[in-house]
């Protein structure tokens, strides 16, 4: 997917994660910052690069504001996000497919 | 990914919480109360532009987070709503044990969502048939076709009315004594025991108000509900508690399943217990009682 | 060397016969010398003791650089002592070289950071540190180590002349100008003094901060004027709105509220939850939840609770007051309720630190208390707890009363959810060791109860009652299995803060943490 203009989902309460993503042509640009990076950074930097990959989202400055979430948080913020960015996110979502 | 069991049409359900979809802190492991089903919300408790951001977190939810014996039910919107049919699809592929549906007034209501379902069942290989309906009443219209919509499917596990939208509708008010909706709910009851499916009450919303619920509560054992609605974890002991069964019918019960087993297996279809007349008639209700017991912690004998 | 709860602790920390930890009670029955002050006698009658300002009570006790300054915590978050006597003593008088002995520190200490960083402040000796001091003693920038002490090893220390302090800052919500004090009578009041009762008896000179100067004789005296060389009286000595919050509330939270039930089944389940029962809880949601719940099973079983301490706040003095406990005796006092109750209600007294934790006395309250129920930030296979360290490895909690209550009791609850967020409560290995394994009985989470396999007794009570349980390794499994099995943190090898264990040995160190790069 190209992510075709700047887009958000998710919140900062506890738990949760903030993820915005926004055109970019310089391959994955992350930005993270997390209430449990010594002990999670690596994990949730690895969840949310999968995910986009699994999007075939080249190109994308994603930043990532984390609360504590679950990896299975991030994974939703974070497809919903790029869904958001292309006016995908409303029908026809691949579940089970790209998003897994 | 956590393999979940098929559905049961028939289980216990006591109590079924109500939980945001959308609230990753609440729905990580609502199963640790004890109510017997969850209700992950689409509906009323997210906000109209989250309800694409709400599916995204419900699939992995349902796909991630292991809620063992507790049933999974998902609240979807409306029919009348452009967030129905995607509700449905995220539901069926992630492996919901069954879809709540909100506001429903007709047998075909009913048929709408169960021919989307098995087209999302098909689309996603889900075995067919496995997930579950269930309707909620929220109108006039919905009450008084409680027949057809509780017999419109066999898919159909049970049928619960929504007392908010409900008393507005009849221009009415919350009354302690539940004057407001009890002919609705009677309605509803004969209906749902008519079709053989299951009956559900509404939430309670005054959580400061403990006599107020335990009287709806007893009002609601003594019509003959299945279970309530709740929206507080705080609310699942009490309903448990006053829906379990006696010690003495414990006890009958026992005794009449076990004289059933030994005289059926000699042949025998009437007999007596305690000087009573038994038949097989009496069997299930015996059986209900028993599952009950042990759902409730109880000595059920080894007879469940 | 390894100690006994398999921490390493660097050799060049075990000189002056400081040893490592060795397990519970390795000290009992051994001697200690116990370290007299050398104080002024005033035989000529002074009309009063009260000075201008707090820089002339440091000139007339001789305050000079490289001196150690104690203060107790009473004040909590709302405390200004602390910081107006080292601005007073650093910005004023030019000292430095100082050492600080708090029974705790906390946000409101927040200034004293800057003084650490300057480099004037150079030891810190506290139960708890938090906020900046927390952060600046966790990136490196104290002189020494700092040292952590519970709540009964700090009078263990002081009495031991392991911490000599040269002026104890007392601060008092009522003194009179002899230097009688009390925590109540004032307009900051905070209740029980309890802490800094062994200060005043073992500092070299004692200098009492008040807000209320109020007449002769300030009595019953919670800190007594034969030990106080000066009386400094201010505008104000604290906040207090965040000295006392107005009461504490019992959660309403139903997953405290699911925990709190289950410690009182735990509890209820044991042979020493009888009549006269002992016990102590902590303030935080569950354990305090706790109370609620015992007090139905006493109702129902007929039976009193004997007595409680502890850091004491409204719910236990309810009790108190239905006549549901015999007595309470605290060493602090957490909301209004408490601090309104203390020494007014019948049967509610007041106690030093020494007499609730001290390991070294001849038995301290805790030693004969029943039920502990406690929290932990991280408690780990082991059963080992800690309450110091965040799961970034730095400074933010205090061992508190919590080493000491769960060495002398009977039966020592820990109440937490399995996970906060994303961090694993119930972790393979906890960064510091504050409460060792051995000192533990019970956890009680969201996700189940486990009991230390060296509770056998314990485990068979739970079982006769129907309470099940699971064992602590499988909890553990659960949350990483929730959370994701979280990295080790990475650490420099200097050892920014030296743990002691209640009984003066070394239970752990932490070391400064490695800044992080993904």
Redesign the interface.
């Known amino acids: 997917m190209t992510i075709e203009k700047s887009a958000v989902a998710g919140t900062l309460e506890s738990s949760d994660a903030m993820v915005t993503v926004e055109p970019s042509k310089n391959g994955i640009e992350l930005e993270l910052s997390s209430s449990v990076m010594n002990q999670y950074g690596r994990q949730i930097k690895a969840v949310v690069l999968e995910t986009l990959d699994r999007l075939e989202v080249k190109n994308c400055k994603v930043t990532v504001v984390d609360k504590g979430a679950l990896d299975c948080t991030i994974k939703a913020r974070v497809e919903c996000a790029v869904f958001r960015s292309c006016d995908k996110a409303d029908k026809n979502i691949p579940w089970g497919g790209a998003v897994r | 990914m956590i393999p979940r069991p098929r559905p049961q049409r028939f289980r216990l359900r006591r109590t079924m919480m109500f939980m945001n979809a959308q609230k990753p802190g609440l729905i990580k492991d609502a199963y640790i109360y004890g109510c017997d089903s969850i209700m992950l919300d689409l509906e009323d408790a997210v906000a109209e532009n989250q309800k694409d951001s709400a599916r995204f977190s419900l699939y992995h939810a349902l796909k991630t987070i292991d809620y063992g014996d507790t049933e999974v039910i998902v609240r979807i919107n409306g029919l009348d709503t452009p967030h129905w049919q995607e509700d449905i699809r995220v539901c069926v592929a992630g492996g919901a044990d069954g879809i709540r549906i909100a506001k429903c007034e007709s047998a075909q209501d009913v048929k709408t969502v169960e021919a989307a379902v098995l087209e999302a069942e098909k689309e996603f290989g889900v075995e067919i048939g496995r997930t579950l309906l269930m309707a909620a009443l929220e109108s006039p219209k919905g009450i008084l076709n409680a027949y057809e919509i509780c017999s419109a499917s066999d898919r159909m596990f049970g049928v619960a009315i929504s007392g908010g939208d409900f008393r507005r509708c009849m221009q009415t008010k919350f009354q302690p004594d539940g004057v407001d909706m009890l002919a609705a709910r009677g309605h509803m009851l004969v209906a749902a025991r008519a079709a053989g499916i299951q009956c559900f009450d509404t939430v309670f919303t005054d959580l400061d108000n403990d006599e107020g619920f335990m009287a709806e509560l007893m009002q609601n054992k003594a019509m003959g509900f299945d279970g309530k609605s709740l929206i507080n974890p705080k609310q699942i002991r009490p309903v448990h508690e006053l829906f379990a069964p006696t010690e003495k019918e414990v006890i009958w019960a026992k005794k009449v399943v076990a004289a059933y087993r030994e005289q059926s297996a000699a042949g025998v279809g009437v007999f007596t217990v305690d000087g009573k007349m038994i038949d097989i008639a009496f069997i299930p209700g015996a059986e209900r009682t028993l599952k009950l017991a042990k759902a409730c912690g109880m000595d059920d004998g080894g007879l469940v | 060397m390894i100690n006994a709860v398999g921490r390493n602790i660097p050799d060049y920390l075990l000189k002056d016969g400081k040893e490592v930890y060795q397990g519970k009670q390795y000290m009992d029955g051994k001697y200690i010398q116990k370290a007299a002050p050398r104080t002024v006698r005033y035989e000529k009658p002074v009309e009063t003791k009260v000075v201008a300002s707090i820089v002339d009570a440091l000139k007339k006790c001789g305050a000079k650089s490289g001196m150690t300054f104690s203060f107790h915590h009473h004040l909590r978050n709302g405390d200004y002592v602390a910081n107006m006597v080292m601005e007073a003593a650093i910005r004023e008088l030019g000292l430095d070289n100082l050492t600080i002995a708090a029974s705790s520190l906390g946000d409101a200490n927040d200034p004293i950071a800057d003084y650490i960083e300057e480099g004037k402040v150079v030891g810190i000796q506290t139960s708890g540190i938090r906020g900046r001091m927390g952060d600046v003693v966790s990136q490196g920038k104290l002189k020494t180590p700092a040292i952590i002490r519970s709540h009964g090893g700090r009078p263990r220390a002081i009495e031991a002349g392991e911490v000599h302090i040269d002026i104890a800052f007392i601060a008092a919500p009522t003194s009179d100008c002899q230097g009688n004090c009390r925590g109540i009578g004032g307009k900051s009041n905070c209740g029980s003094m309890g802490y800094a009762m062994t200060d005043a008896k073992y500092a070299d000179k004692v200098v009492v901060v008040t807000d209320c100067l109020v007449d002769f004789p300030n009595y019953p005296a919670s800190v007594e004027a034969i030990d106080v060389d000066a009386v400094v009286v201010v505008e104000s000595i604290g906040n207090p709105k965040k000295i006392a919050s107005a009461a504490a509330r019992i959660s309403?939270n139903?997953?405290d509220?699911?925990m709190a039930e289950n410690v009182a089944k735990v509890i209820a389940s044991t042979p020493y939850f009888k009549e006269g029962f002992s016990f102590q809880t902590g303030v935080g949601g569950p354990s305090l939840a706790a109370n609620l719940f015992l007090e139905k099973f006493m109702d129902e079983r007929q039976i009193k609770m004997g007595w409680a301490i502890g850091g004491i706040c409204g719910p236990m003095v309810e009790l108190l007051k239905k006549g549901k406990v015999g007595k309470v005796i605290d060493v602090q006092d957490f909301d209004l309720d408490a601090v309104n109750s203390i020494n007014q209600t019948p049967n509610h007294f007041e106690m030093s630190a020494s007499q609730y934790a001290n390991p070294a006395n001849k038995g301290a309250f805790v030693n004969s208390l029943d039920f502990v129920v406690l929290a932990a930030l991280e408690i780990d296979t082991g059963f080992n707890v800690n309450v110091l360290t965040g799961?970034?490895?730095v400074l933010r909690g205090a061992p508190g009363g919590h080493p000491d209550t769960a060495a002398g009791s009977k039966c020592c609850i820990i109440v937490t959810p399995l996970i906060?967020?994303?961090?694993a409560t119930v972790c393979k290995n906890v960064v510091t060791v504050t409460t060792p394994g051995d000192c533990v009985d019970v956890l009680v989470t969201?996700?189940g109860i486990a009991v230390n396999p060296l509770r056998p007794d314990l485990i068979k009570c739970l079982d006769d009652a129907g309470i099940p349980h699971v064992t602590i390794e499988s909890l553990q499994e659960k949350a990483y299995?929730?959370?994701?099995t979280?990295?080790d943190?990475?650490w420099e090898d200097k050892v920014v803060a030296v743990l002691e264990a209640r009984d003066g040995t070394i239970l752990d160190v932490v070391r400064q943490?490695k800044p992080?790069k993904?």
């Not at chain 3, 906060?420 to 961090?423: A, E």
């Not at chain 3, 299995?481 to 994701?484: A, D, E, H, Q």
């Open positions: 309403k139903p997953r509220l699911m799961s970034d490895g906060r967020g994303r961090m969201d996700y299995s929730l959370v994701g979280p990295d943190l990475q943490i992080f993904l």
